[in-house]
């Protein structure tokens, strides 16, 4: 008897139906074609285990399973329980009229428990797009698949379960959210405040001006200086992600796995902060199936780099790309992939090997020519990049006992929104720019313009103050967002002397 079942494959962020056709005919082999991976044959030892320990029985007889298209590679242990619900009803051990109506996937345990899966929302999204009645998948992810909407999502904890939800002799209610009532629920649910932060009024400074309009920063400065906390608290200044942007962003999690159990809708805006010692593949994504990388996974949020000149030139050359084009493709002989990579870059440093160069209290004890050595470690291209560059000084004992009441991320955020209201309605015509930090040139000759004295400030910064030519078209673009900041229609003056303090490691002569 010929009976087909439908589980789902992933590629990239998109997946794509799998029809499972299970063949029982008089012999006496397993067959399992289509292009499985070993996780896949081997699931002929998992599935025996898991029937036998509910009651049924494996046919002793030739059994054919074809995965189609029989020219993709499938992989993973997904497809255990839509293999083996297959074998039932073509052995006459299950009702086969439901079979058709749902996408199943799950990896069965020898006792016949499911397992979770990776990629659930994607998997979910296509099997309302190709018009299945549901998904039928372990419980652990449902919450997961049921952030898809008109889709009958019935979670399973045992094969058992299944079958008799099939057989129609258990009832299981589908899986219902409210994602919006979630998703504005957990909107502003940040851990760390800008509320908790003594001092550094600068640093804050440059990191709401960072957010309004969506720039790139690095910080540089002494150890124990506040960097990282800083920079940790940087989401919960950004606007609150638009629900396509948590979906988009929720997606890419769950191809990696990293959504959890019981997980749902994201709703905050991501931070990624990987170590120093990350390889080339797992920072922009890749491998034999290819698999979103960390700057993926910041997607709509924040990549924050630490210590940067310590990871690997390579490392840091192949984030220029992804950096321009907001994307990253991943190729392999047969196949391209995009993953979406729209990410805000934070990164610190310290100023010279020993960390305090420039320190106003502790001498620094490197020798002539280290520490632009050091800086050197980070390339022009990729400092290119980067809009501000903020020194940052410890804080003294003072400010940090200070009582104070300081200014909450809450009303920060309010200021950063504002801003990119002006600039939601500045680009509404161009729907590739969402920010003033992604104006090609040309565009930052139109809508940056600046008066006779503003031209002749930055003609004197650059040429006093030794910046590059490269620091002209980012101290506009700051300009702007600070104009934005302000609630001002031109750039001033004001703004553009602020926006030229920005561009530290474009002074000739910083590092000595």
């Known amino acids: ?94 009702a086969s009229e439901r079979l058709s109506d749902y996408v199943i996937m799950g990896e069965l345990a020898l006792g016949g428990e499911l397992r979770p899966i990776k990629g659930v929302l994607p998997i979910a999204i296509q099997a309302r797009k190709e018009g299945f009645k549901g998904i039928i998948l372990p419980i652990q992810n449902a919450q997961e698949a049921a952030i898809v909407n008109n889709l009958d999502v019935i979670g399973v904890s045992t094969l058992k379960e299944a079958i008799d939800f099939l057989n129609d002799e258990l009832e299981i209610k589908p899986v219902k959210i409210d994602t919006r009532d979630i998703f504005q629920a957990t909107v502003h649910q940040y851990t760390a405040d800008f509320a908790d932060v003594q001092g550094q009024e600068n640093i804050k400074r440059a990191l709401e001006i960072a957010a309004a309009g969506g720039h790139n920063v690095i910080m540089i400065g002494p150890p124990g200086a506040g ?146 050595r050091y800086l050197n470690k980070v390339s022009g291209p990729l400092l290119d990049r980067i809009d501000l560059h903020v020194e940052v000084t410890p804080v003294s004992f003072d400010q940090m006992t200070e009582v104070r009441k300081t200014e909450s991320s809450g009303d920060i955020r309010e200021r950063v929104e504002r801003a990119r209201k002006w600039q939601a309605v500045r680009f509404a015509d161009f729907p590739e720019i969402h920010s003033n930090s992604m104006m090609p040139p040309q565009m930052v000759k139109d809508l940056c313009p600046i008066n006779e004295a503003g031209r002749l400030l930055l003609k004197a910064a650059m040429e006093k103050l030794g910046l590059s030519a490269r620091a002209y078209d980012r101290i506009l673009k700051v300009s702007r967002t600070i104009a934005d900041l302000s609630g001002s229609d031109n750039i001033k003056i004001e703004h553009l002397a602020e926006a030229i303090q920005y561009r530290s490691l474009d002074r000739e002569g910083w590092a000595g």
Do not use: W
């Not at 780099?305 to 390579?314: A, G, I, Q, S, V």
């Open 227 to 372: 960097k990282t906390m800083l920079a940790k608290r940087l989401p919960s200044i950004l606007p609150p992600l638009t629900l396509h942007e948590a979906l988009e962003t929720t997606k890419i999690h769950s191809v990696v796995g990293k959504l959890g159990k019981q997980a749902s809708l994201l709703a905050q805006r991501p931070f990624r902060a990987p170590h120093h010692t990350i390889s080339d593949v797992a920072l922009v994504g890749g491998g034999g199936n290819p698999q979103p990388g960390e700057i993926s996974l910041a997607h709509n949020g924040v990549l924050f780099l630490d210590e940067l000149p310590e990871f690997k030139r390579t490392v840091l050359e192949v984030m220029r790309q992804p950096l321009e084009e907001r994307r990253v493709t991943i190729s392999r002989a047969k196949v391209s992939i995009d993953f979406p990579a729209n990410f805000m870059l934070v990164a610190s440093m310290n100023p010279c090997p020993c960390g305090y160069y420039n320190h106003p209290e502790k001498e620094c004890v490197c020798g002539p020519g280290i520490v632009q």
């Open 1 to 94: 008897m010929l009976v087909k079942t439908f589980g789902s494959a992933v590629q990239g962020v998109h997946a794509f139906t799998i029809t499972i056709e299970v063949n029982v005919t008089p012999g006496t082999k397993y067959f399992l074609v289509g292009l499985p991976d070993n996780a896949i044959k081997e699931s002929e030892q998992r599935i025996e285990s898991a029937l036998k320990h509910h009651g049924y029985r494996m046919p002793r007889q030739k059994v054919v399973i074809n995965m189609a298209p029989a020219d993709v590679r499938k992989e993973g242990s997904a497809y255990d329980l839509p293999i083996a619900l297959g074998i039932l009803a073509a052995s006459d051990q299950l």
